[in-house]
C-alpha cells in the first residue's frame, strides 16, 4: 500500500486518499498505518467537498457531494440526466499521509545519526551513517528526478560533510546515463524507495545502493594520506601536538607519538605542493602561547572542509571540531590540541 501512495504523492505531494481506494488494496496494511499514525483522518470542508466521477462521461469533472434527508450523494452539476450516487462512509473519507512520520521511522529502523531537517520546499534530509569508512547521507525527495544534474550535485555542498549522498525519489528513477555519471562523480547515487526500502521493516541496504560506486574508488582505508592511529576509537582519546609549521606528533592513549606532515593529513595544496589554507586554519585551533587567528576570518565552511579532512585522515566518525563557542570565541576541538612552541 504504501508503494500505491508514495506513487501518487509523487505525483502530487499533496494528495489526499479515500478510504475505500485504501482498504480496497489491504484492510490490514490500512490498520497497521493508522496504528502508526502515517495516515491520518482529513476533516471534510463541506463547502468545497467534492466526489471523482467515475461515470463513462466524457467531461470527467468531479461530482458535487450533497446531503439529502441524513444521507450524501455524489450528484454531476454538468448534467441532470446522471442520476445521484448515494455514498457510504468510506466512500467520501478521507486521509492524508504523514510524509514526515515516514521518514522518521526509516531513520529509527536504519539507526541514522543527526536528526530530520526539511532543506528544501520539498527536500529531507533524513541524518547519516556510516559504510566502509565513509560518512553516507540520505535525502528524500518528491521531485528530485525531475531536478537538473547542477541542481542535484549542489545537495554535496549543502552537504559537505557526508562522503556519499543516497537521494531518494518516491517511485521513480533518472534514466539518463549521462546524468547518472555526472552524480556517480559527485558520489551521489539516486534511487527510489519502492525499488530500496523494505515496507515491513523500514530497512533498507546501504551496502547494496552503495556497493557499485564504492567499488570503483579506492577504498580509504588504504589510502595514502591516510593517519591511523592503533587503538584509537574515539576523538577523546587523541592528543595532537604542533612541531613546527609544517609538522604535528599525535598518539592515542598510552601509544607512541607519531609524527605526521600536512601533506600526509591531506592539508596539501595540490597545485603548489604547499599547505593550503585550511592548514594554518587547523593550526590556529590549537591551545597555544600565542593569540589565535581572528575568530572572525574562520568561517562555518572552513571548520566543515577540516571536519571532513581530519575524519579522512584518522579514520574516525563524529566531529572533530566541536560548534562554535561563543563564550571563549574559539572552536574548541573533541581531541587534546596544544601548541607547546615558544613565541
Same mark, same amino acid.
Given at each position: 500500500?504504501i508503494?500505491?501512495i508514495l506513487?501518487e504523492?509523487e505525483?502530487?505531494?499533496t494528495s489526499i ?5 485504501l482498504l480496497k %488494496?489491504s ?7 493508522q496504528?502508526l %499514525?502515517l ?7 463541506p463547502?468545497s467537498? !467534492?466526489?471523482? =466521477?467515475?461515470?463513462? =462521461?466524457?467531461?470527467a *469533472?468531479?461530482?458535487d457531494?450533497v446531503e439529502? @434527508? ?7 452539476s ?5 442520476d ?6 468510506? /466512500?467520501?473519507?478521507?486521509? $492524508?499521509?504523514?510524509i ?8 529509527? /529502523? ?5 536528526t530530520?531537517?526539511? #532543506? ?6 533524513l541524518?547519516? !551513517? ?5 560518512r553516507?547521507?540520505f535525502?528524500?525527495?518528491? !521531485? *528530485? ?12 555542498r549543502? =552537504? ?5 549522498l543516497i ?13 547518472k555519471k555526472q552524480?556517480?562523480q $559527485?558520489k551521489i547515487?539516486?534511487?527510489s524507495l519502492?525499488i530500496?526500502?523494505?515496507f515491513q ?7 547494496k ?9 579506492v577504498?580509504k ?6 593517519a ?5 576509537t574515539?576523538?577523546?582519546e587523541? &592528543?595532537?601536538?604542533?612541531?613546527d609549521?609544517d609538522?604535528?606528533?599525535?598518539? /592515542?592513549?598510552?601509544?607512541?607519538w ?8 591531506g592539508?596539501r595544496?595540490e597545485r603548489? !605542493? ?5 592548514w594554518?586554519?587547523f593550526?590556529?585551533?590549537a @591551545?597555544?602561547?600565542?593569540p ?5 576570518? #574562520? &568561517? ?8 571532513? &579532512?581530519?575524519? @579522512?585522515?584518522f ?7 566541536? %560548534? ?6 574559539r572552536y574548541? =576541538?573533541k ?9
Open positions: 500500500m508503494a500505491y506513487g504523492l505525483k502530487n505531494p486518499f479515500y478510504k475505500q481506494d %488494496r484492510k490490514k496494511y490500512f490498520e497497521e498505518l496504528r %499514525r495516515l491520518t483522518y482529513v476533516q471534510p470542508d463547502n467537498e !467534492t466526489f471523482p =466521477c467515475s461515470l463513462p =462521461c466524457e467531461n *469533472c468531479p461530482m457531494i439529502n @434527508e441524513g444521507k450524501q450523494y455524489a450528484v454531476c454538468q448534467n441532470d440526466e446522471i445521484p450516487i448515494l455514498l457510504d462512509a468510506d /466512500a467520501i473519507e478521507q486521509y $492524508e499521509f504523514s514526515e512520520r515516514f521518514l522518521e521511522h526509516i531513520r529509527a /529502523a536504519n539507526g541514522f545519526g543527526g530530520l531537517q526539511r #532543506i528544501a520546499q520539498d527536500l529531507f534530509y541524518g547519516h !551513517t556510516t559504510y566502509k569508512g565513509n553516507v547521507g535525502i528524500f525527495g518528491f !521531485t *528530485c528526478v525531475r531536478k537538473g544534474v547542477l541542481e542535484l550535485t549542489g545537495l554535496k549543502l =552537504c559537505s560533510d557526508d562522503d556519499y537521494v531518494f525519489s518516491p517511485v521513480s528513477l533518472i534514466e539518463d546515463v549521462f546524468c552524480l556517480e $559527485e547515487v539516486q534511487t519502492t530500496s526500502l523494505d521493516a523500514y530497512k533498507f541496504s546501504v551496502e545502493v552503495l556497493s557499485g560506486i564504492v567499488a570503483r574508488e577504498d582505508t588504504v589510502h595514502p594520506n591516510r591511523a592511529l592503533v587503538g584509537a574515539k576523538w577523546e587523541i &592528543t595532537i601536538e604542533v612541531i609549521d609538522t604535528i606528533k599525535c598518539k /592515542a592513549g598510552a601509544e607512541n607519531q609524527r605526521y606532515g600536512y601533506f600526509e593529513l592539508f595544496d603548489k !605542493t604547499l599547505p593550503n589554507k585550511l594554518s586554519i593550526l590556529s585551533l @591551545e597555544q602561547n600565542q589565535s587567528v581572528n575568530s572572525q576570518k #574562520i &568561517t562555518p565552511k572552513d571548520i566543515q572542509r577540516i571536519r571532513k &579532512t581530519l575524519r @579522512e585522515a579514520g574516525l566518525q563524529g566531529m572533530p571540531i566541536k %560548534r562554535y563557542d561563543e563564550n571563549a570565541k574548541p =576541538c581531541f587534546k590540541f596544544v601548541d607547546p612552541r615558544e613565541w
